[in-house]
């Protein structure tokens, strides 16, 4: 078997926790070498997994290793040089969410991407949890989905910065909730939001109703101020409505029937290791075949620029502040 080669930017402890667990599995790949600027890291994280070729400088692990692909897992206000050599080198390039921290960096992305054909994805990882997909796939049997929401809440009080303030919430990590709505209801049409900063002058509250060019209508609810971590969606179709939560189970209704078809998320991804139910290593494998496929990841640089304009559609068309503006002229 021709296994893929992957080369990995980044030692750190998300990395750790997820993509090398994953990669380390799968038998067609080969995890070639491993680059950290911390050697203690660096160290470590070869010593784990048995990487022989370790590296404190990117651009010579590039240079040295005819790799297929590379995994740059950085902070996002650390990516951008990086991902632009990876691309310069015609590497295909995997990143995590959130690709870069303004839309014209991912657009940037995208672009060099495609002029050089880097195959590139974004870790959007709630589309690859089997729970998801599965309920998502018998949902759309009934019909297309006319109606979703996605919730999303966390208690950050009173420290509601990321990174420092290098990024802000919504695009940093409620672009998950913002992705699964582009998702399950496809192109965006029109789009209403109510941005709101409690008890901070940092923005941590974004609600928004977007209605999809299918007819569809999808809901975003977040808030990082409230009790605890609820992450939840639901998706409705003629005559059927779930209900999933990601970390337990779904909830299936049909046809006004009142017991429903319970789904558990541990069961459908027949594992209850975290980084596998919950998305990471299906992710991962999605990346490694479209590789050996010669095909596009699904969510590609170039998709990645869609939930990104969402995003910055969300503050920009905050009905919130027009309305206080309106009150204030009262």
Not at 43 to 60: F, L, S
Request: hydrophobic content about 35%; overall charge negative.
């Amino acid at each position: 078997m021709k296994k893929v080669k992957i080369g990995f930017v980044g030692c750190g402890s998300f990395a750790n926790m997820v993509h090398y667990p994953s990669l380390a599995e799968m038998e067609d790949v080969e995890i070639s070498g491993i680059c950290d600027i911390n050697k203690e890291r660096l160290e470590k994280t070869a010593n784990k997994y048995k990487v022989e070729k370790i590296y404190t400088n990117y651009k010579q692990m590039f240079e040295e290793l005819n790799l297929d692909g590379v995994y740059i897992i950085m902070p996002p206000h650390h990516l951008y040089d990086i991902v632009i050599d990876a691309l310069k080198s015609n590497l295909n390039v995997f990143i995590e969410k959130p690709p870069g921290i303004t839309l014209f960096q991912t657009e940037n992305f995208a672009n060099l991407a495609v002029k050089n054909g880097c195959k590139t994805m974004v870790g959007f990882n709630r589309r690859f949890i089997p729970l998801l997909r599965k309920t998502k796939e018998i949902v759309e049997k009934n019909g297309p989905i006319i109606q979703a929401v996605s919730t999303f809440y966390k208690n950050m009080y009173p420290n509601f910065l990321y990174f420092n303030g290098a990024t802000d919430i919504l695009t940093c990590d409620g672009i998950h909730s913002v992705d699964v709505l582009r998702w399950l209801c496809g192109e965006v049409k029109n789009v209403k939001s109510i941005v709101k900063s409690y008890f901070s002058e940092v923005a941590n509250a974004f609600n928004a109703m977007i209605e999809f060019e299918n007819g569809a209508t999808g809901i975003l609810l977040t808030n990082w101020t409230v009790g605890k971590r609820i992450h939840t969606f639901e998706i409705h179709s003629k005559s059927i409505s779930a209900f999933v939560d990601c970390d337990d189970k779904a909830l299936i209704f049909r046809d006004n029937k009142e017991e429903p078809e319970i789904l558990l998320t541990t069961e459908v991804a027949k594992s209850n290791e975290r980084h596998k139910f919950y998305g990471y290593y299906y992710e991962d494998r999605h990346f490694i075949d479209c590789l050996k496929e010669n095909k596009e990841p699904e969510c590609n640089f170039s998709d990645a620029v869609k939930t990104m304009e969402l995003v910055e559609k969300i503050y920009k068309n905050n009905i919130s502040s027009k309305m206080e503006e309106k009150n204030e002229g009262i």
